[in-house]
């Protein structure tokens, strides 16, 4: 009789954990469209709560970086792309941002727009890595887990099948993506009369899942890759060795078995790039959008902003062609034309993906890297 309201969050839902009896009356809103905004900043509360604090990020960054580049457009539509996109109602009408991230990159944004739910711990939760660990190539194969990895990556579900019953957390008939929505990577990117349609929300999540999926597929802790090749790479950079950079490239590439590569598309091959880049130091990101295109990958340090265009082939009697289509997109494009006081390089990247059906062995390497002038 003390009790009149409570309210309970978490990953999985109570009704379905069968540890309750008497408790089992209550009311689930998870889907509600009347509560979808209840556990996130919306569009409206960050600009009418936090303008001054996003104006204070933009002078902070033009500051350190010496640039007049950062405006409280670009901000905002960095904090869009890296922590918005969540919906949890089953109408897709509400989208909120990740309150964690946006309170710290407003606290510190001197940092840039760091994968701060990355950090906390969250994005690993006993759940989603027991199942991995229990069923990587078994239920779950891991040419899907990087499929998962594209920001455009849709799976179409409904309501019950993202919240089935609970008998086990290592019940292998849980379905991978109902999992991958419960620990936070997935959310519902659109609604239709009968049907969801859920993947990942943002860049913050997508880089968390990558690491997520770059341990699996290797058996490699993230730091690993950090301690191999951090010096190297940055060298390489920095003098220009783009055969060296290409061999560092191929043993990245030769750390992932047969049956994980084999499929790969050409944002897989930029992803892992992305990844191992971004776990060395560099600020990195995808698909970044001009007025004639989108380039495949940006990395930068305090100097330099690369900018990469890959193509993967599956014959290697066609590379030095790819090579030139790459450059001549690079310049047609104009993906150098960016307002930044760094150097700006253009790489031009081509791998091959060469699967062999007459006896002989597969091919996959980085076939050529070269700098488009």
């Given amino acids: 009789d003390k009790f009149r309201f409570i309210f309970i969050t978490g990953v999985t839902r109570y009704s379905n954990t069968s540890i309750f009896s008497a408790f089992n009356n209550i009311e689930d809103i998870s889907f509600e469209p009347d509560y979808g905004a209840i556990v996130g900043y919306t569009q409206s509360d960050l600009e009418l709560y936090f303008k001054k604090y996003i104006e204070n990020a933009a002078n902070t960054l033009n500051k350190k970086e010496k640039t007049d580049k950062y405006t409280y457009e670009h901000i905002l539509n960095g904090l869009k792309n890296n922590y918005d996109g969540y919906s949890f109602?089953?109408?897709?009408?509400?989208?909120?941002?990740?309150?964690?991230?946006?309170?710290?990159?407003?606290?510190?944004?001197?940092?840039?727009?760091?994968?701060?739910?990355?950090?906390?711990?969250?994005?690993?939760?006993?759940?989603?890595?027991?199942?991995?660990?229990?069923?990587?190539?078994?239920?779950?194969?891991?040419?899907?887990?990087?499929?998962?990895?594209?920001?455009?990556?849709?799976?179409?579900?409904?309501?019950?099948?993202?919240?089935?019953?609970?008998?086990?957390?290592?019940?292998?008939?849980?379905?991978?993506?109902?999992?991958?929505?419960?620990?936070?990577?997935?959310?519902?990117?659109?609604?239709?009369?009968?049907?969801?349609?859920?993947?990942?929300?943002?860049?913050?999540?997508?880089?968390?899942?990558?690491?997520?999926?770059?341990?699996?597929?290797?058996?490699?802790?993230?730091?690993?890759?950090?301690?191999?090749?951090?010096?190297?790479?940055?060298?390489?950079?920095?003098?220009?060795?783009?055969?060296?950079?290409?061999?560092?490239?191929?043993?990245?590439?030769?750390?992932?078995?047969?049956?994980?590569?084999?499929?790969?598309?050409?944002?897989?091959?930029?992803?892992?790039?992305?990844?191992?880049?971004?776990?060395?130091?560099?600020?990195?990101?995808?698909?970044?959008?001009?007025?004639?295109?989108r380039s495949d990958l940006c990395f930068e340090d305090d100097q330099h902003l690369y900018i990469c265009e890959f193509k993967v082939i599956g014959r290697s009697d066609s590379v030095k062609n790819k090579l030139e289509e790459a450059k001549q997109q690079i310049k047609e494009k104009r993906y150098c034309l960016r307002l930044t006081d760094k150097e700006v390089i253009a790489l031009a990247v081509v791998i091959i993906n060469e699967n062999k059906k007459d006896g002989h062995a597969p091919m996959r390497e980085v076939a050529a890297i070269e700098e488009a002038l």
């Fill in 89 to 293: 109602d089953e109408e897709c009408e509400h989208h909120v941002y990740n309150p964690w991230s946006i309170l710290n990159f407003l606290k510190k944004p001197q940092y840039g727009f760091k994968p701060y739910w990355l950090e906390t711990g969250g994005a690993k939760p006993s759940l989603l890595i027991n199942y991995l660990n229990n069923f990587i190539d078994k239920t779950v194969k891991k040419t899907e887990l990087v499929d998962y990895l594209n920001l455009e990556f849709i799976k179409r579900t409904d309501t019950a099948s993202l919240s089935p019953t609970i008998k086990s957390i290592e019940d292998k008939d849980f379905p991978f993506f109902a999992i991958l929505y419960q620990a936070g990577y997935f959310t519902i990117k659109s609604a239709h009369r009968k049907f969801l349609d859920v993947g990942l929300p943002n860049l913050e999540v997508k880089e968390a899942f990558a690491e997520l999926v770059l341990e699996k597929i290797t058996n490699k802790s993230v730091a690993s890759f950090s301690y191999s090749y951090e010096s190297t790479i940055a060298k390489s950079l920095r003098e220009r060795d783009y055969a060296t950079l290409k061999i560092d490239f191929n043993k990245i590439l030769n750390e992932f078995s047969y049956e994980s590569i084999h499929s790969f598309k050409e944002y897989a091959f930029r992803d892992i790039y992305k990844v191992i880049l971004q776990i060395i130091g560099y600020n990195t990101y995808t698909e970044y959008q001009t007025s004639m295109g």
